[in-house]
């Protein structure tokens, strides 16, 4: 995820996607969702927490994401399956997060990077 893609204005709530909105994802930090509560409706001060989550949350996919594809070295098929699912993924999560063409919902993007981490990470065999 290029963090890039952020745009410094956090449009909370338009989506339903603010973090008291809907159940949270487990890999939420909680340093994130303190800061967000603080926030409150501060569309600016929810753009800066949600931005600071965003590496944490893009750190945690791509490790497990990693370790996924890692793990399925011996099938190539489930690979490419894998591969082709989170690229679609990734359409899908910034095609649902875009406001218009030029703003990006970056809450919308740390609640769905969180959750897609948690998926993966329940994918990995110990």
């Given at each position: 995820m290029n963090l890039k893609m952020i745009v410094a204005a956090s449009?909370?709530?338009?989506?339903g996607t603010s973090v008291h909105a809907q159940?949270?994802?487990?890999?939420?930090?909680?340093?994130?969702?303190?800061?967000?509560?603080?926030?409150?409706?501060?569309?600016?001060?929810?753009?800066?927490?949600?931005?600071?989550?965003?590496?944490?949350q893009d750190a945690r996919?791509?490790?497990?994401?990693?370790?996924?594809m890692r793990q399925l070295?011996?099938?190539?098929?489930?690979?490419?399956?894998?591969?082709a699912e989170q690229r679609a993924w990734l359409k899908a999560r910034d095609y649902e997060c875009k406001v218009d063409q030029e703003t990006i919902n970056s809450s919308c993007l740390?609640?769905?990077?969180?959750?897609?981490a948690d998926e993966l990470e329940r994918m990995i065999r110990f």
């Amino acid at each position: 995820m290029n963090l890039k893609m952020i745009v410094a204005a956090s449009v909370v709530g338009l989506a339903g996607t603010s973090v008291h909105a809907q159940v949270a994802p487990a890999g939420l930090s909680d340093r994130y969702t303190a800061c967000h509560a603080r926030a409150g409706d501060n569309t600016v001060q929810q753009g800066i927490c949600a931005q600071s989550e965003m590496g944490s949350q893009d750190a945690r996919l791509n490790k497990a994401y990693q370790e996924v594809m890692r793990q399925l070295a011996k099938t190539p098929e489930k690979r490419l399956a894998l591969r082709a699912e989170q690229r679609a993924w990734l359409k899908a999560r910034d095609y649902e997060c875009k406001v218009d063409q030029e703003t990006i919902n970056s809450s919308c993007l740390v609640m769905k990077t969180a959750s897609r981490a948690d998926e993966l990470e329940r994918m990995i065999r110990f």
